[in-house]
């Protein structure tokens, strides 16, 4: 892959996004790098220079976002690779959340990167070339579990126009890959990243179990390590036909093989009725 690839990196300042950054900028490559909050970013990582542009964002602000990617073309005369990775965790289940945190959430994980991809692609389309990879979730392609309906609802969304989005811009030599996360020992399962219900309701038991797992016993023993799934995107971004979907981790590819037993079994189980429609 050639060094001076310049990536943009969303949700920088901690977990997979900081993993990626370090790596990248330890390969000698042109990163910039938002997160909301502009000095934990310098303070992880290290001040503007040539190589590396740390920037404050929302991203769910639209004309904060435009600003940030005209910034990154400015600084670095050009954006090769752009990495969606801002986002939070919702728990709670669907009849405990709000309207408000239900929708605060999809603002983020789904209005956040479609904010960066629409201020992005005029760059993209016009040097006929680029990668985007949409960080999403094992969560987004397998949703059975309880309490995390919002949160995996917001990253099928992310799967569903990733796919989209995909077929629109492979006309301009440009690459889109959903990225599929298992378990990955970041802080992701803290007050940072995840937010709980403010509203709780005690009779939903298996929620109230897996809100405590997260919290309490997950968090810390996660089976995969950030900064050998920064090397994975890495590699897959010097590929000349990289996938639109990559799973990450063990547990991702067994939850796969879970996801694609439950629907075979169930076409088959139903199968009659399935075709018992046409004319």
């Not at 752009?82 to 709000?98: C, D, F, K, P, R």
């Not at 956040?112 to 960080?135: A, C, D, E, T």
């Not at 009779?203 to 089976?223: C, F, M, V």
Request: hydrophobic share 40%.
């Amino acid at each position: 892959m050639e060094t001076t690839k310049v990536w943009l990196v969303t949700g920088a300042s901690k977990g997979l996004g900081l993993a990626l950054v370090k790596s990248l900028l330890q390969q000698n490559m042109r990163v910039a790098a938002t997160s909301r909050n502009l000095q934990s970013l310098v303070s992880a990582i290290g001040e503007k220079s040539d190589q590396f542009l740390p920037m404050q964002l929302n991203i769910t602000e639209n004309e904060a976002v435009k600003a940030v990617i005209e910034r990154t073309a400015a600084h670095f005369e050009k954006i090769d690779v752009v990495v969606n990775n801002a986002g939070y965790g919702q728990l709670g289940t669907l009849e405990e959340l709000s309207d408000t945190e239900a929708r605060e959430n999809f603002d983020v994980n789904v209005f956040g990167p479609l904010n960066v991809i629409r201020h992005v692609m005029p760059y993209l389309r016009k040097q006929k070339s680029g990668h985007i990879f949409n960080i999403a979730s094992v969560g987004g392609f397998l949703g059975n579990f309880p309490g995390w309906g919002i949160y995996c609802a917001s990253k099928f969304a992310m799967a569903g126009f990733s796919e989209g989005l995909a077929e629109e811009v492979k006309e301009f030599g440009v690459h889109v890959t959903i990225v599929y996360p298992g378990y990955f020992r970041t802080d992701f399962l803290t007050s940072g990243s995840l937010k709980t219900p403010q509203q709780s309701i005690d009779e939903y038991t298996a929620a109230r179990e897996s809100e405590k797992a997260h919290l309490n016993q997950i968090d810390g023993s996660q089976p995969n390590d950030p900064e050998k799934a920064a090397d994975v995107l890495i590699a897959v971004a010097g590929q000349p036909n990289p996938p639109v979907h990559l799973l990450l981790g063990v547990d991702a590819y067994d939850l796969l093989q879970q996801k694609t037993y439950i629907i075979t079994q169930d076409a088959e189980k139903w199968k009659s009725y399935t075709i018992s429609t046409g004319y």
